[in-house]
């Protein structure tokens, strides 16, 4: 099956400094990646629509500039958090669409908590 | 705001027991997805349905489309404490070509042995 591998898995950082977490899709090309936050006991929040080698597209309410989102190829998409707050202390999920078959599936890295102190 | 709501919210059952989490959008949608999340992990892919009044069964979970494609379902059976963790729903808008998702809030299972 499709595997996406999601690094680091916990990162803890100073206030102030930035944060970079790697989305990989193992076994398949990816050309639509997706960026998600999910808080203690609540529903993933799209964050942004990472599409390989063009722009992201952020949803209402999240900063582009403070998340930076990079899809350079067709396996790897990163996210970096510029200036991390303790606000920004939360778990970030990434999902691979399989485009195979016309499919619209998303598989989901395992997650990177961020504690921001 | 959301457009797709899932209900129970919260689902406490025996084991043995049935239950069924209910998911509805205010738009007609493509497709709809649902996951499975175990605590402390993430998101896992259980079935998609794509066609109206579609039915699907995985061993002990029942997956429903609604004809209107703006409904869905998800019945489990004989519920077993491997049943535990969060089930959301996730539709496709008609109008997306990108594979966005919508997610449901969840309905987080705990089941008493």
């Known amino acids: 099956g499709a595997v996406v591998s999601q690094h680091p898995s916990w990162v803890i950082c100073k206030s102030g400094t930035s944060v970079k977490i790697e989305c990989r899709s193992l076994d398949f090309q990816a050309t639509t990646m997706f960026w998600y936050r999910q808080f203690p006991k609540q529903s993933l929040m799209l964050m942004a629509t990472s599409n390989e080698g063009s722009k992201a597209t952020y949803e209402q309410g999240v900063e582009k500039d403070k998340f930076l989102i990079n899809h350079a190829s067709l396996t790897l998409s990163t996210l970096t958090v510029t200036s991390a707050h303790p606000e920004d202390s939360s778990f970030y999920i990434c999902?691979?669409?399989?485009?195979?078959?016309?499919?619209?599936?998303?598989?989901f890295g395992a997650g990177t908590r961020l504690s921001v102190l | 705001g959301q457009q797709v709501m899932q209900i129970p919210q919260y689902q406490h059952v025996q084991e043995g027991e049935d239950f069924t989490t209910y998911c509805n959008s205010s738009t007609t949608l493509s497709n709809i997805q649902w996951y499975k999340q175990r605590p402390g992990g993430h998101p896992v892919f259980l079935i998609q349905?794509?066609?109206?009044?579609e039915v699907k069964k995985q061993k002990r979970l029942t997956f429903q489309f609604g004809e209107a494609k703006k409904n869905s379902s998800l019945h489990i059976t004989a519920t077993q404490t491997t049943d535990v963790g969060t089930y959301f729903c996730?539709?496709?808008?008609?109008?997306?070509?990108?594979?966005?998702?919508?997610f449901g809030a969840g309905t987080q299972v705990v089941v008493t042995p």
């Open positions: 349905l794509v066609k109206s009044g």
């Open positions: 999902s691979a669409r399989d485009p195979a078959g016309g499919s619209y599936i998303q598989y």
């Open positions: 996730a539709g496709r808008k008609t109008t997306d070509s990108w594979g966005k998702l919508q």
